[in-house]
């Protein structure tokens, strides 16, 4: 008969060992179910000017309209988090001076990524901004 040199404490950490590994391994094999976002802003589509943006400053989001339909734009500056300030031409950052353009494309830095974009779904006569 053989004898097996295996400690109390070598067994316990090989079977936690596969156990957590069995874990990690169910949770990246199974399907991820489909999340639902929350709406964070909801507005007529008839209030967003043509060429123009409807801003909701407690959510800091930006519902624009331009020729190809309507979008909607983060206003959390990609730099540091601060809310983007939005004119005619362009959206600006008053903290730093980044500059970004109406389609959240960055002009100037120290921003170094464009404002995020948001989902849009038109349902009825209003649109809702999910996020």
């Known amino acids: 008969m053989e004898i097996l040199s295996q400690s109390r404490r070598k067994f316990i950490t090989t079977l936690t060992l596969l156990l957590t590994s069995g874990g990690l391994l169910a949770r990246f094999l199974t399907p991820r179910m489909n999340v639902r976002r929350r709406v964070l802003a909801s507005a007529p589509a008839a209030d967003v000017p043509p060429g123009g943006a409807l801003l909701f400053r407690a959510e800091r989001v930006a519902l624009m309209r331009d020729d190809s339909g309507l979008y909607a734009l983060s206003l959390i500056c990609t730099h540091l988090g601060c809310t983007v300030v939005v004119t005619e031409d362009a959206l600006s950052c008053p903290c730093h001076g980044s ?14 990524r464009g404002l995020e974009r948001l989902k849009v779904e038109i349902r009825g006569e209003r649109v809702e901004v999910l996020g």
């Open 99 to 112: 500059r970004f353009d109406r389609q959240g494309n960055v002009l100037s830095g120290p921003a170094d």
